[in-house]
Every structure is written in C-alpha cells, then in structure tokens.
C-alpha cells in the first residue's frame, strides 16, 4: 500500500510559479514509478509529467515541457513539480499517482498503469 498527500497548491498570477510536493507513505518510494495528471473542469484527467523510480528518467506533456520540472527525493518520499511560467491553462485539480515497478527506470503516462492517487491540490492561475 501506498498512501501519497499532495501539497502547494493556490491562486498565483501568471507568469509565477508553484512547487508542489506529493508525499508517500507506506512502500518504499524508490520502488515506484511517480506520475502528475491534471484535470481541468469539464476537460479529462491527462498526463502532465512522469519520474522513474530511480529518478533517472522523465517524461514531460508537450503542453508543459522547458515550464515544469519533476524531480524526487527517495530520502525524503517525496516527489516534486517546479511550475515555472504559469499560464490560467494550466487551472487544475493537480494529482500525483505511484505505481511500484520491478524496474528502476520505469515510469508510465497513462492513468490506468498507476494504482495509487492522491486526494488532488487546487492549482488556480488568474490572469
């Protein structure tokens, strides 16, 4: 079992920036591949970024990528997202999602291949 809590989220003008924290409990961090999805109102959950277990891989959305950086601290069990940049189209309920891998570099961008989630943190940018 894995429980995560998300953390940072707020209203922050555009142009600024936010740094969210997913903290887990439970599992060792490192043995879990570590997602962030965004869901928007009226819009489907989607893929925002994705870290390995080891930390050593990355994946970014386009929408998202040279703005946003993941990054993991296995000491600590906690994964972050530097925002960079913000725009109002990055407004969203932001999640973080784990999936143990038997696999150091894996990581997964569809929602289904994780497992665990948690409760979601409110990112709202005006303009």
């Known amino acids: 079992q894995v429980q995560l809590v998300e953390s940072g989220g707020g209203l922050v003008q555009a142009g600024g920036s936010l740094r969210l924290s997913c903290a887990a409990s439970g599992r060792t961090s490192s043995s879990c591949a570590v997602g962030w999805f965004r869901q928007a109102p009226g819009k489907e959950r989607e893929i925002v970024t994705a870290?390995?277990?080891?930390?050593?891989?990355?994946y970014y959305a386009e929408s998202v990528k040279g703005r946003f950086t993941i990054s993991r601290d296995n000491a600590k069990n906690t994964v972050y997202l530097q925002m960079n940049s913000l725009i109002p189209e990055d407004t969203a309920v932001y999640y973080c999602a784990a999936q143990p891998t038997l696999r150091a570099t894996a990581y997964y961008t569809a929602a289904l291949a994780y497992a665990y989630w948690g409760q979601g943190t409110q990112v709202t940018v005006s303009s």
């Open positions: 870290i390995s277990g080891s930390g050593g891989r990355t």
